[in-house]
């Protein structure tokens, strides 16, 4: 049986928005909003995710199960013991450590000295909404990709795609042209999910279109399923020229050789890094009953 983890990294020092992930939305913490979303993505993986239309060639039913466990990785005592009250596994990382990626590292390392775990994903503490198939997709097109790294992507249009706060994918062998078609067949019963060599990540506009030609850009959703050994190469290399340019982590990899491919999924999760973001989603989770 395979065995995945997934590790929601948290830190109190958010920069546009202090101390986030333990600001209240809806009556508990942002965090334990996010929590929750990655523990419903983490029983879809245990309950055999991969098998919904995902079913791989030359593997079985049963080597396709997943030993999911989900960690919260904390920065801080205080976040630790607000996943811990809310029955979340929770493990102290370094407060000093400079990324996400790194906290997942010292986390996997922790809590599976032993390298059972072939795949972690890391599922920020400020995505409270993610679809539970996101994480059996990502885990499912690393495994059929080969790749170092899976993520997913959203179909979006030009207005969208010129704020440089979205980040846009470049992929190989997609274009404007059939996308639709494309991820209808991937939702197909016994067809492996497609996937897409991401090219680059970048803040503009890209690629180019020529002016009033109807054209798709791919949003990039910063969630990531990586190969145990990909994510230790990634946190022992230095941050790249590009990477500080753009201000994108992921950029090191692909800087690096590293590859990564994108899948597409069907909604832009909500993302919480300001207080309007926040009493938006809180104002929207109570009018649907929720809290």
């Not at 995945?4 to 109190?12: C, E, G, K, M």
């Not at 929770?90 to 996400?100: I, Q, Y």
């Not at 059972?116 to 599922?123: K, L």
């Amino acid at each position: 049986m395979a065995k995945t983890l997934i590790v929601v990294p948290a830190r109190l020092a958010s920069r546009r928005l202090p101390r986030k992930v333990l600001l209240p939305v809806a009556g508990k913490p942002l965090l334990i909003w996010s929590c929750e979303s990655a523990e419903r993505g983490r029983r879809l993986l245990q309950q055999g995710g991969l098998q919904q239309g995902r079913l791989q060639q030359g593997r079985s039913q049963k080597e396709q199960s997943e030993e999911a466990t989900l960690i919260v990785a904390c920065a801080e005592q205080e976040t630790k013991d607000c996943a811990e009250q809310h029955g979340f596994s929770a493990v102290l990382t370094d407060a000093e450590l400079p990324s996400g990626s790194d906290r997942v590292w010292q986390a996997v390392a922790r809590c599976d000295p032993h390298a059972e775990a072939e795949v972690v994903v890391n599922c920020q503490a400020d995505l409270p909404k993610v679809e539970p198939r996101v994480f059996s997709d990502a885990v499912a097109a690393l495994r059929s990709s080969g790749a170092d790294i899976a993520t997913p992507v959203v179909a979006i249009e030009g207005e969208q795609a010129e704020r440089p706060s979205v980040v846009k994918a470049i992929l190989a062998g997609v274009g404007d042209e059939g996308d639709k078609q494309k991820r209808d067949e991937q939702k197909g019963d016994n067809e492996e999910i497609r996937s897409y060599r991401v090219l680059t990540f970048t803040r503009a506009c890209a690629p180019w279109s020529e002016k009033g030609r109807s054209a798709r850009y791919w949003h990039h959703i910063g969630l990531y399923a990586y190969r145990r050994e990909a994510l230790s190469r990634f946190v022992s290399l230095a941050p790249s020229a590009l990477e500080r340019r753009e201000g994108l982590e992921q950029m090191r990899a692909l800087e690096a050789g590293m590859t990564i491919v994108a899948f597409v999924c069907d909604s832009v999760p909500v993302e919480i890094n300001l207080e309007d973001e926040r009493a938006a989603f809180e104002q929207q989770t109570l009018a649907e009953g929720g809290g």
